[in-house]
């Protein structure tokens, strides 16, 4: 299995900024996806953005310009930059995980982190 620990997340006045960071532990094998998805109380989950281990990206609608995903893979981390934020991105903040967890299978997981919320609010 696989672990994700999220951190950065917490309360910011409008056009504030905020970077949140993901780490992930555990049966990691070969390539993989990381990325970041949040949810508003009373709607769907949405994606932000994922980036590969081969350095990929791609961001969901809306998403690109104000938001800006990397990683470290020798340290199996993701952070996320948030700019210019606004009430509208008030939600719980997710980290996301896909690849292979074992060495015989090609098999690929899905993994989820806990969540962290970000709160944007004068």
């Known amino acids: 299995q696989v672990q994700l620990v999220e951190s950065g997340g917490g309360l910011v006045q409008p056009g504030g900024s905020l970077r949140l960071s993901c780490a992930a532990s555990g049966s990691i094998f070969g390539d993989n996806a990381m990325g970041w998805y949040r949810q508003a109380p009373g709607k ?72 962290t919320q970000v709160t944007v609010s004068s």
């Open 44 to 115: 769907e989950r949405e994606l932000i953005a994922t980036i590969t281990s081969g350095g990929i990206r791609n961001y969901g609608d809306s998403m690109k310009g104000r938001f800006t995903i990397s990683r470290d893979n020798a340290k199996n981390t993701v952070d996320l930059q948030l700019n210019n934020l606004g009430p509208e991105d008030t939600a719980e903040y997710f980290c996301y995980w896909n690849g292979r967890t074992s060495a015989w299978s090609s098999a690929r997981y899905n993994y989820w982190g806990q969540g």
